[in-house]
């Protein structure tokens, strides 16, 4: 039988006053919630054989612990079903390793989310959108375990808004942020291939990044082409990965530019090499405070790279049909991890 550990509360029985209480006491995103009942945790929980007090990490800058128990009721409160919640198990033993800096992501004045990039066959088993309005919404799994992330962000990890999460203006990804791969569109290997699982194997990914930025390219006729406006929008000044030549920037091929690119004989590293080669600014292009601060090191004529070398570069295909890619800037001092989804 199950023990319940987590604190019971009485709760007000109409829902828009459920709501204003969840508020109130900064336990909500801000979007309506669904109550954590037990009967509604047990549910969520039918099928796992973890057990309720199995730590699955410590979140940090509160280094809480997140049990299963702790992680379903804030996936219930998101409006998840028993299907996501292996992505979030994955996801939130991702986000806790040492590499992703979360502590970083969680308390920084920048406005990076945790962007989750969804690969294999739960993609299609659970419906999750890799298509049109992969970003956007009106797809439930999508929105729910996006959002179940965020919410255990806030409420086990301490990540409120103006308290501990300094965001200078945040970004809506920080409500949910979950796309899946287009490994139907994909040209070349996906992303959990290329990092080393089997395409039977389902993945999540989780990346410290901003919102998407459109890389609209309707003009070029060449993968040349297209890769020198991608290059144009990724070298800008004032992204974390430009000024510091750290983390990996994301690009998210749309599908027609993908087979253009590929029918020119470009593979996904020579992607990543030309990106690497062009997505560069002169030393004048910056202010003199941060050629100062910065670059006073490097000659005058140096040119200053998006990352520190080709791999450092997310290269993934996703979106419908239309050209328009996009570009993601991450927060830099942090790196991506990808786990297997299981039970």
């Known amino acids: 039988m199950w023990q319940f550990t987590s604190e019971k509360i009485e709760v007000p029985e109409d829902i828009s006053e459920i709501n204003r209480f969840f508020v109130e006491k900064g336990w909500s995103d801000g979007l309506p919630v669904i109550p954590p009942t037990e009967g509604r945790v047990l549910s969520l929980l039918h099928g ?67 962007l989750l990039i969804v690969n294999g066959p739960t993609r299609k088993n659970l419906g999750i959108n890799c298509s049109y309005g992969a970003f956007g919404p009106g797809t439930l799994a999508n929105a729910v375990i996006g959002r179940a992330i965020r919410l255990i962000l806030m409420n086990i990890g301490g990540a409120v808004p103006g308290r501990v999460d300094k965001s200078t203006l945040g970004q809506p990804g920080k409500f949910t942020y979950l796309i899946g791969e287009n490994e139907e569109e994909n040209p070349w290997e996906p992303l959990s291939v290329e990092r080393g699982f089997s395409p039977e194997q389902s993945t999540v990914t989780v990346v410290g990044a901003e919102g998407p930025h459109d890389v609209h390219d309707r003009s070029s006729m060449s993968a040349t082409g297209i890769l020198t406006t991608m290059a144009g929008t990724l070298a800008c000044q004032g992204n974390n990965n430009m000024l510091w030549q750290l983390g ?41 405070e941060d ?53």
């Not at 806790?96 to 308390?107: D, K, T």
């Not at 002169?282 to 003199?288: E, R, T, V």
């Not at 070398?309 to 570009?327: C, Q, R, Y």
Request: proline share 7%.
């Open 291 to 343: 050629q100062d601060q910065r670059y006073a090191n490097l000659p005058e004529d140096a040119l200053i790279s998006i990352a520190r070398k080709p791999e450092d570069i997310i290269v993934i295909v996703a979106g419908g049909l239309g050209k328009h890619s996009a570009v993601i800037p991450t927060f830099g001092i942090t790196l991506s991890v990808t786990h297997r989804i299981e039970k």
């Open 48 to 114: 796992t054989d973890r057990k309720p007090d199995e730590i699955i990490a410590h979140i940090p800058p509160k280094w809480a612990e997140a049990t299963v128990e702790k992680v379903a009721i804030n996936a219930v409160m998101a409006g998840c079903f028993p299907e996501h919640m292996p992505i979030i198990f994955a996801a939130v033993e991702a986000i806790a390793e040492e590499r992703v800096n979360l502590y970083g992501i969680q308390a920084t004045t920048h406005p990076c989310g945790v």
């Open 248 to 288: 990996e920037p994301v690009v998210v091929l749309c599908p027609e530019h993908a087979r253009t690119i590929v029918r020119d004989g470009f593979t996904k590293n020579d992607v990543k090499e030309f990106l690497f080669q062009r997505a560069k600014l002169p030393k004048s292009a910056f202010s003199k």
